[in-house]
């Protein structure tokens, strides 16, 4: 009986999976939008997808090639404390943001929750900053790419690189959500085996297992030292102000783990799909972050003269696992592993080009944006968007009179203060919507994922993020490190934030959306209907993959 009932089950879920394809099929040819008249985005994205988009957010250049500069500000020590501590503060802002977005999976992300949750000004200043986000980032990551090309042929323009990159990212994104989230499941698996198997030989090489038979232990620790005096300073304001510089850095390197959200409008099945791939986010910092730091720590000394991307002239030389490997002698292993790098620019380039077009569909939807924008293809493609944030890939070659690691640094600097901006008001919409359920009394733990640590980590992640902003170019005003290019990347963003919430607050004249006001009800409909049981594993082997996965 229990056999016939669990047969039955399969076949009633495997049912559901078919409805839900032909509907997607159909929704390909006839979902219009009746506000906007265009047609919808369409939910292409599959579980898979959307667990491997989650790791592509957390793992890119920011772990391979921005952790150089950070191990020689910070010290090992400092590194590791530092993302540590930024760590703590992506994990509460993913809490925050999978209890929103799993409850209401809707195009525009956070975007359009602050808009449910706040007001419209706070909407229009969430989304152009988080559009402006991914709009520069983009560049930074193909000044990355070529600097990591470089490392094989730096006798060719960077130039050459960079318009190839350009070609990739554009034609991936181009192809639909689909083929973006069959690239970033490939791109994203080469990353997770990449470190994993870095990790792996970190740890041997530290215990002798390279070629030169040489046991490192934790000799870097003791000499240069744990920490850095940063910039000379002595004593513990030296040390304090090194693992502080580490923080901005550690920033560029987590942020996009939220992209998730961007990409809930295009997820299939939503409500299940989604917290499970935030559920795994705290995995994912712990075994690729933290460990990950920690091994380089071990590896490669603070004092380094080429963990500088500025005086390697921008090659992968200065990538701390490059360092590592060519110490131990290993000749063929830096270039295999740049090849896995170089994937990792090409997939962090591609989402970043997905995102900065999505968010710009959000805006549109919200009417912050010109309607153009909303032009979508027979296949739910929003091709405007795409093809207008392609020009700005076109950045990407103020690194050939700059010098790419010197503009990936810029560009590093403005995202990550751009991006912590992005957190700060994901968590200040958190705790709006977490008092409208209060006083709707709308029960927490009904909802498709909730966490017992809000709203407080709410609260931490919030000041955490503006406390780091405000304080992220301090070491421009010590005495003679004054650097213009390093004051403006680091606070044309965090300036950026007020003026255009004062100016739509002034635009809209909108109060503050009271909690007892808020809307909880639009869209759950639609949503719950495209919500359904994936069929049950059929072996163990698909039992493991759901569980990965």
């Not at 992209?259 to 559920?279: Q, S």
């Not at 968010?359 to 027979?378: C, E, H, M, V």
Request: aromatic share 12%; charged share 15%; with cysteine.
């Amino acid at each position: 009986m229990s056999i016939e009932k669990e047969k039955s089950d399969h076949q009633v879920a495997e049912v559901g999976q078919k409805i839900q394809d032909a509907s997607d099929t159909e929704s390909l040819r006839n979902d219009i939008d009746p506000l906007t008249g265009e047609r919808k985005l369409v939910r292409q994205l599959k579980n898979r997808h959307i667990a491997m988009i989650s790791i592509g957010g957390v793992i890119g250049t920011g772990l391979f090639l921005g952790t150089a500069g950070s191990l020689a500000n910070g010290g090992p020590l400092g590194l590791l404390l530092g993302y540590t501590t930024m760590g703590s503060i992506c994990f509460s802002v993913m809490l925050c943001l999978g209890e929103m977005v799993a409850f209401l999976p809707i195009p525009g992300g956070h975007i359009k929750l602050a808009e449910r949750f706040v007001d419209p000004a706070f909407s229009f200043t969430m989304g152009w900053n988080y559009w402006y986000n991914w709009v520069i980032v983009l560049p930074a990551e193909l000044s990355a790419a070529s600097v990591l090309l470089g490392f094989w042929r730096p006798d060719i323009n960077p130039a050459v690189w960079v318009a190839m990159c350009i070609v990739v990212v554009v034609t991936i994104n181009m192809l639909g959500a689909g083929a973006y989230g069959e690239a970033e499941f490939i791109f994203a698996s080469i990353k997770v085996i990449t470190i994993t198997g870095l990790i792996i030989l970190g740890i041997v090489l530290d215990l002798g297992g390279g070629p030169d038979h040489d046991r490192l232990g934790f000799r870097f620790w003791k000499h240069p030292g744990p920490f850095t005096q940063f910039q000379g300073i002595g004593g513990a304001k030296g040390r304090f102000l090194g693992y502080w510089a580490v923080l901005t850095q550690a920033a560029f390197s987590f942020i996009g783990t939220e992209i998730v959200a961007i990409a809930a409008g295009e997820a299939k099945n939503p409500r299940r799909n989604l917290p499970r791939a935030i559920k795994r986010v705290y995995i994912r910092i712990l075994l690729f972050y933290i460990l990950g730091t920690f091994v380089i720590g071990i590896l490669v000394p603070s004092n380094s003269d080429r963990l500088n991307l500025k005086a390697t002239h921008g090659t992968a030389a200065a990538s701390p696992f490059v360092i590592a490997i060519q110490r131990a002698g290993i000749k063929s292993l830096p270039s295999i592993i740049n090849a896995c790098l170089l994937t990792s620019a090409w997939s962090a380039a591609s989402s970043d080009l997905y995102t900065s077009s999505r968010a710009l569909y959000g805006l549109a939807a919200s009417g912050n944006a010109p309607k153009i924008f909303l032009k979508t293809s027979r296949n739910g493609l929003p091709f405007v968007s795409v093809i207008f944030n392609s020009v700005f890939t076109l950045l990407g070659f103020m690194g050939v009179n700059s010098g790419s690691g010197r503009v990936f640094g810029w560009f590093a600097n403005m995202t990550a203060i751009a991006g912590l901006m992005t957190w700060f008001g994901i968590s200040l919409t958190y705790i709006r919507f977490y008092k409208g359920l209060k006083a709707q009394g709308i029960d927490r733990t009904t909802l498709p994922f909730y966490s017992r640590l809000q709203p407080f980590v709410a609260w931490y992640s919030m000041i955490a993020c503006l406390i780091i902003c405000i304080l992220s170019g301090w070491a421009v005003f010590l005495k003679g490190q004054w650097a213009t290019d390093t004051f403006v990347t680091n606070y044309l963003p965090l300036a950026l934030f007020p003026i255009l919430y004062i100016g739509s607050k002034y635009y809209y004249k909108e109060p503050v959306k009271k909690a007892h006001e808020m809307d909880f009800i639009t869209n759950i409909k639609e949503i719950e209907a495209e919500t359904y049981d994936d069929p049950p594993p059929k072996n163990k082997l698909e039992a493991f993959w759901q569980w990965l996965m």
